[in-house]
């Protein structure tokens, strides 16, 4: 059992805080029974598993370690305290997974007829793309698009914030024209900005089949370049002072029109 903080490999680990350790060794670190238990169900490359036995107290959490050591994972036993020490809950569980990056081959995929995809434009913060993700899963969106200078979904506050999805929703980088690219390659995938200067209410639209919703950033909104790819631009009706919303609540909102859209017309066909 590690015991102290300053070992060697607890440091490394620690510094997968930084964007740029994450980025030179395609890993980050995931924590918690839901995080660690759905890179498990979906089949992530897991290195290692780090585990506090003193407050691993779930029988699930304890599954977990089995099924690792089933698979020859390694599993590395730390005291509570060197734990804590890149733990991000405020209980922690007392279990993480040391977990390879998985971005997806934004060059070759494409986008099957009906289906349903969402690209931002340089969002900043790491927990309202998370948040995104999250969203993205229950909706059942087929791919996040992370455009320009998006921040990592990797990033401790994006996992925690993801609940998991980051294991689940495909996502990929791409700048302005690879995303053009695309687009030109899917015809039948048709791009939806949103925008509070739009004419049209995403409460009254008819979506079509095949869809991708644009998303802008937290300050700037979706920039002209991208504005001039859409086919038509939506806004979400308010009725307060407030004239904007927090892009994972606008996010949200929008996600769940078009799926409950989409549902719709599927009953009717």
């Known amino acids: 059992m590690i015991t102290s903080s300053a070992n060697p490999h607890i440091k490394d680990l620690r510094k997968l805080e930084q964007t740029k350790e994450r980025r030179a ?3 980050f670190l995931a924590e918690g029974l839901k995080a660690v238990g759905q890179a498990f169900d979906s089949g992530a490359h897991v290195h290692e598993l780090l ?6 107290i779930s029988d699930y959490g304890r599954s977990l370690v089995e099924r690792a050591r089933e698979k020859q994972i ?11 020490t890149f733990a991000r809950k405020e209980k922690p569980q007392g279990i993480a997974a040391l977990v390879a990056q998985n971005w997806s081959d934004f060059q070759t995929d494409n986008a099957e007829k009906g289906s349903f995809w969402v ?8 927990g309202n793309l998370g948040t995104i993700l999250r969203t993205c899963d229950a909706v059942g969106a087929n791919g996040l698009i992370l455009l320009d200078e998006s921040t ?9 914030a993801s609940m998991g999805s980051i294991f689940t929703v495909p996502h990929f ?3 302005y024209d690879g995303f053009k690219a695309f ?25 079509p089949a095949s869809v991708l919703l644009l998303l802008g950033s937290e300050r700037q909104g979706l920039s002209e370049p991208y504005v001039s790819l859409c086919a038509d631009m939506l806004r979400i009706p308010m009725e307060g002072a ?3 919303l927090n892009i994972s609540v606008a996010a949200g909102v929008l996600l769940y029109q078009i799926h409950q859209h989409r549902h719709s017309q599927r009953r009717i066909s």
């Open 25 to 27: 060794s395609g890993n």
């Open 51 to 56: 585990v506090a036995p003193e407050i691993l």
């Open 74 to 84: 390694p599993v590395l036993e730390l005291s509570p305290s060197v734990f804590a």
């Open 119 to 126: 690209a931002i434009e340089s969002i900043q913060n790491p």
């Open 152 to 160: 990592d979904p990797y990033d401790p506050a994006a996992v925690k």
């Open 173 to 175: 980088r791409a700048d």
């Open 183 to 207: 687009l030109a390659r899917n015809p039948h995938l048709v791009s939806l900005g949103s925008s509070d200067k739009a004419t049209n209410s995403a409460f009254d639209f008819d979506y």
């Open 242 to 244: 407030c004239d904007s």
